[in-house]
């Protein structure tokens, strides 16, 4: 592999582009190409690359962008793209559309926040939006991370068990322009990793059918149940992907979650993407003080795996979640899974800390508030704003 000193998006773009090179002895790749800030020069790095079989295609918008995948897909072509906030919005009838029809896309998101008033830092308002497409959601941490990441989820999109599209996200300008030395996995090594996607319901012009016509209340209704089968298989299958996924390229990408000194933790701190980078360092600090305070990263929102969060947290009496997102009238939306998760543990002092809204700064003085501030509590409030570090 070769190591290279890369942007978020540009690492991001070099592995969507080898996932579709590897795909070129079967029915090549296909993207929808429109740009919109901060996911801008991925779509740039996509247009410029020369695949072998496949191509690029700038439309007039996002939501035409997804259409591309979807008729490239339904082709039986690796298919992918990128997007962010208010476009992300804009193509989601045709989010829902790709997961419904059970086109195994791979879309890069780089967080930001929807507008207006128009903003255009991180915010994961704009991917947790569609939290109930048929998509699976992934959440990256660090350049090497998204690399990594991306690969496993065409891994897992695609095969015959899932076949349901991913979404792998990353914090806009936070990852997705700062620098990073980052290994690049060679297009040969790519290769052995992902295996010629055969679409079992791609079009074929020998087998002529209708794809997306009218259907009755009991069909939709075993079409969704098919669709949460397909949800809970995915633990098996990302197990089988990050094993062949390491000895592939001798590193194991985190799994659905990760868990950091909480074998004895009295609180634990939750967080995903660059929160929880930041909650790390903090953590360790805090440790080597001599307090006993751990870390949960949230890999994988979809699906969201219950018991493996419960696992995670281990004994800890005292759980703050980080949640840089707002479901206005509700809260936090990791917490809201996390409080169901925790449903058995009425023992657990769950508080939800809302934080980094509109790309505002979450520095370590802030998460070492809230640490401060859910270890006094024995009882949780409701969701807490944080614009500064609690007292």
């Known amino acids: 592999m070769s190591r290279a000193y890369v942007t978020g998006n540009h690492a991001a773009g070099h592995a969507l582009a080898a996932a579709g090179e590897a795909n070129r002895r079967a029915r090549g790749c296909c993207g929808g190409a429109y740009p919109i800030t901060p996911q801008t020069e991925i779509i740039e790095y ?78 994961q308002g704009d991917s947790l939006a569609l939290r109930d497409a048929p998509w699976l959601q992934f959440y990256c941490d660090s350049h090497q991370d998204l690399v990594d990441t991306i690969l496993v989820a065409f891994r897992i999109a695609e095969d015959l068990r899932v076949l349901l599209p991913a979404i792998v996200a990353q914090d806009g300008f936070l990852l997705s322009h700062t620098q990073m030395v980052v290994d690049l996995p060679e297009q040969e090594l790519v290769d052995g990793y992902l295996p010629p996607l055969d679409l079992p319901h791609h079009l074929d012009f020998g087998r002529p059918r209708m794809y997306g016509g009218m259907t009755w209340p009991r069909d ?60 790390r360092e903090v953590v ?21 795996l219950r018991q493996a969060l419960v696992d995670a947290v281990g004994p800890a009496s005292r759980v703050a979640v980080l949640d840089r997102n707002h479901s206005p009238g509700s809260g936090g939306i990791f917490w809201n899974e996390i409080a169901t998760s925790l449903r058995s543990r009425p023992d657990v002092v769950l508080q939800d800390y809302i934080v980094g809204l509109g790309g505002s700064d979450v520095a370590p003085a802030v998460i070492d508030g809230i640490i401060r501030d859910v270890g006094t509590r024995d009882t949780a409030a409701d969701p807490i704003f944080i614009t500064e570090a609690v007292a």
């Open 46 to 123: 996509l247009m410029a690359h020369a695949f072998a079989r496949g191509s690029v295609v700038p439309v007039e918008s996002e939501h035409s962008a997804m259409g591309v995948c979807i008729g490239a897909a339904l082709a039986g072509a690796r298919a992918f793209t990128a997007s962010s906030a208010n476009g992300l919005l804009y193509m989601m009838e045709n989010v829902f559309a790709a997961g419904y029809y059970r086109l195994p896309v791979v879309m890069v998101v780089s967080n930001r926040t929807l507008g207006p008033p128009w903003n255009i830092w991180a915010d």
């Open 220 to 279: 939709t209704q075993r079409q969704r149940a098919d669709i949460q089968a397909a949800m809970d298989r995915v633990p098996e299958v990302l197990d089988e992907a990050l094993d062949d996924f390491e000895r592939s390229f001798g590193r194991r990408p985190v799994s659905a979650f990760s868990a950091e000194q909480t074998g004895d933790a009295d609180i634990v701190v939750v967080a995903c993407n660059t929160l929880a980078e930041t909650a």
């Open 284 to 304: 360790r600090a805090r440790r080597a003080a001599g307090e006993r305070v751990g870390l949960v990263r949230v890999k994988l929102f979809r699906p969201f």
